[in-house]
């Protein structure tokens, strides 16, 4: 480890010291263990899925959809305490690189009402080594400011958020047809066919065979 920052455990000790319940307390529990460590992305975007599942009157384990802003250390905490993955259809990431996800409960209609909750940076003036490191200044260093960095993410709870009520569309669950790859010879569903091959041969190769 390259800096100095609270472990696991004590994470947790000022968590308690500070006042959350138990159930956040097993939010971070769950989470640091399966992002491999506490990045402070994940561990504010703990309190942003915790905020947004408040808003919409869900509880952990009631199916709700995500959509997340960034590929950064968010979509974990969606998928360990939503259990929104991209698995299970649940999860759409847009790489957009705002730190902000949007949540809703499910719809049999072409559209849904929901929340979006996000960093605020007008908000971070009141915690300095937060704004910093938000902002990638040179003036932040995590080997000297990480434990500073996780005690205002601590302290600052939802004061650093904002949320907005929006409106997403929905696309329902359709039936599909499978299609062979005339390059390939796979199968894949047919509405992922460009012309007469698979994206894996052509838009989206990522591959040479050896």
């Given at each position: 480890?390259?800096?100095?920052e609270?472990?696991q455990?004590?994470?947790?000790?000022k968590?308690?010291?500070?006042?959350?319940?138990p159930?956040f307390?097993?939010?971070y529990?769950?989470c640091i263990?399966?992002?491999t460590?506490?990045?402070?992305?994940?561990?504010i975007?703990?309190?942003?899925?915790?905020?947004?599942l408040?808003?919409?009157?869900?509880?952990?384990?009631e199916k709700?959809?995500?959509v997340?802003?960034?590929?950064?250390?968010?979509?974990d905490?969606?998928?360990?305490?939503?259990?929104?993955t991209?698995g299970?259809n649940?999860?759409?990431?847009?790489?957009?690189?705002?730190?902000a996800?949007t949540?809703n409960?499910p719809t049999l209609g072409?559209?849904?009402?929901?929340?979006?909750?996000?960093?605020?940076?007008v908000?971070?003036?009141?915690?300095?080594?937060?704004?910093k490191?938000?902002?990638?200044?040179p003036?932040f260093?995590?080997?000297?400011?990480a434990?500073?960095l996780?005690?205002?993410?601590?302290k600052?709870k939802?004061?650093?958020?904002?949320?907005?009520?929006?409106?997403?569309p929905?696309k329902?669950?359709?039936?599909?047809?499978?299609?062979?790859?005339?390059?390939?010879?796979?199968?894949?569903?047919?509405?992922?066919?460009e012309?007469?091959h698979?994206a894996g041969c052509?838009?989206?190769?990522?591959?040479?065979?050896?």
């Amino acid at each position: 480890m390259d800096h100095d920052e609270y472990t696991q455990d004590e994470l947790l000790a000022k968590l308690t010291e500070l006042g959350y319940d138990p159930r956040f307390q097993d939010y971070y529990r769950n989470c640091i263990p399966f992002h491999t460590y506490p990045a402070p992305g994940m561990l504010i975007a703990i309190g942003m899925v915790d905020y947004a599942l408040e808003l919409i009157e869900a509880k952990p384990g009631e199916k709700v959809f995500a959509v997340c802003e960034t590929q950064k250390c968010a979509p974990d905490p969606l998928q360990i305490i939503a259990h929104c993955t991209i698995g299970n259809n649940r999860l759409k990431i847009v790489p957009i690189g705002r730190f902000a996800i949007t949540m809703n409960r499910p719809t049999l209609g072409d559209s849904a009402e929901g929340v979006r909750v996000f960093m605020d940076p007008v908000k971070l003036a009141a915690w300095p080594t937060l704004e910093k490191w938000f902002a990638n200044s040179p003036e932040f260093s995590k080997k000297t400011m990480a434990k500073a960095l996780q005690d205002e993410i601590l302290k600052s709870k939802r004061s650093i958020l904002s949320v907005q009520k929006v409106k997403v569309p929905v696309k329902q669950k359709e039936k599909w047809r499978s299609a062979v790859c005339k390059t390939c010879g796979e199968a894949i569903p047919e509405y992922l066919i460009e012309g007469d091959h698979c994206a894996g041969c052509g838009s989206l190769r990522y591959y040479d065979l050896l």
